[in-house]
């Protein structure tokens, strides 16, 4: 009776995170799926310290949803706040948002991710790195973004990386783009801006040589 009321605790703490993700997924599908940034402004209070404590919730959200667009989270802070305070805020953004689906995964059996992995090759990449690369294989996994965040995050801590690793290397992985993306969002009413023009093309730039690093990673692997 011991035994088998254990098991089912044990599987109610396994099934409840995914349960709130599949809670956050339909309400952002339901309710924010065709947010713009005009309309995500909106939710922030004018206040600075309330308007920051607002941002890093969103973070926080984002983290369980899977599907948020973390970039418009940098773009409201960049346009929300100055760029001496966008910026760490971002930063300190980056940590919250890959730490909730990290921490999350450590509840979930590995045997999940070996699942998604027969189904996403793509996920094949985060078992590559689960050995003994930790850090290599966030840094990498991040600046080639050719997975969702948070699925990353997730299966990262599944498979029970290092976090001090972990979190250096996402950090150290996902900083490039979201500074450019916070100093286009501070330059959002100009368009046309050298800041925004200059962030537009370097962020071009990083995506197609990190596409290209994918694309030769993979053919090595074949």
């Known amino acids: 009776m011991k035994k088998s009321v254990k098991k089912i605790v044990k599987l109610l703490a396994q099934l409840s995170p995914l349960i709130m993700i599949g809670i956050?997924?339909?309400l952002y599908?339901?309710?924010?799926?065709?947010?713009?940034?005009?309309?995500?402004?909106?939710?922030?209070?004018?206040?600075?310290?309330a308007a920051a404590v607002v941002i890093l919730l969103m973070y926080?959200?984002?983290?369980?949803?899977?599907?948020?667009?973390m970039m418009l989270i940098a773009a409201a802070s960049g346009a929300i706040f100055p760029i001496y305070i966008a910026i760490p805020l971002?930063?300190?953004?980056?940590?919250?948002m890959s730490t909730f689906p990290y921490l999350i995964g450590r509840y979930v059996e590995?045997?999940?991710?070996?699942?998604?992995?027969?189904?996403h090759e793509k996920?094949?990449?985060?078992?590559?790195f689960s050995r003994d690369r930790h850090f290599a294989g966030a840094f990498f996994l991040r600046i080639i973004s050719c997975l969702p965040?948070?699925?990353?995050?997730?299966a990262m801590g599944s498979?029970?990386?290092d976090y001090r690793k972990y979190i250096a290397g996402s950090f150290l992985g996902t900083a490039p783009g979201f500074i450019l993306t916070t100093i286009m969002g501070s330059a959002i009413t100009e368009p046309l801006s050298p800041e925004f023009i200059i962030c537009a093309v370097i962020e071009i730039i990083i995506m197609t040589v990190t596409f290209v690093i994918y694309r030769n990673h993979r053919k090595k692997k074949q």
């Open 110 to 119: 590995s045997e999940a991710v070996d699942r998604l992995a027969e189904k």
């Open 149 to 154: 965040y948070d699925i990353v995050s997730l």
């Open 123 to 128: 996920i094949s990449l985060v078992k590559e």
């Open 159 to 161: 498979l029970r990386f």
């Open 24 to 26: 956050m997924a339909v």
């Open 90 to 96: 971002n930063l300190l953004g980056i940590i919250v």
């Open 29 to 49: 599908i339901t309710k924010f799926r065709h947010m713009t940034l005009e309309q995500l402004l909106t939710y922030t209070p004018s206040e600075p310290a």
């Open 60 to 69: 926080a959200l984002k983290s369980m949803s899977f599907f948020f667009p």
